[in-house]
């Protein structure tokens, strides 16, 4: 079994950056593909960014595109969310997610929320005017 733990939010002025972690622990994940997902206040939960095991497939929302990149560390069983430009509604709890593993993935596979099984806590980004 893998739990996941996210770390990094905190308030951040529009315009500034943030890094979010997630920590895995119990299992290595280096074989695991991992999202980001993140819910606002009244909204459904929505995709963000997400990695395969490979680092090669890292799909990523519209929304931000160009802003934030996703990255992992295999060997530290950790992946990464670098937040650059933040706007107001960024603002939301994010999420990580990780497994299960398959033979291969594709953009559209690792945007779903289905396609993992193991959740973070979260962790509740501020960003403010």
């Known amino acids: 079994q893998v739990q996941l733990v996210e770390s990094g939010g905190g308030l951040v002025q529009a315009g500034g950056s943030l890094r979010l972690s997630c920590a895995a622990s119990g299992r290595t994940v280096s074989s695991y593909p991992m999202g980001w997902f993140r819910q606002a206040p009244g909204k459904e939960r929505e995709f963000v960014a997400a990695i395969s095991p490979s680092g090669i497939t890292t799909p990523y929302a519209d929304s931000v595109k160009g802003r934030f990149t996703i990255s992992r560390a295999n060997a530290k069983n950790t992946v990464y969310l670098q937040m650059n430009a933040v706007k107001p509604e960024d603002t939301a709890v994010y999420y990580c997610?990780?497994?299960?593993?398959?033979?291969?993935?594709?953009?559209?596979?690792?945007?779903?929320?289905?396609?993992?099984?193991?959740w973070g806590q979260g962790t509740q980004v501020l960003v403010s005017s």
């Open positions: 997610a990780a497994g299960p593993r398959k033979t291969s993935y594709s953009g559209g596979y690792l945007s779903e929320e289905g396609s993992y099984d193991y």
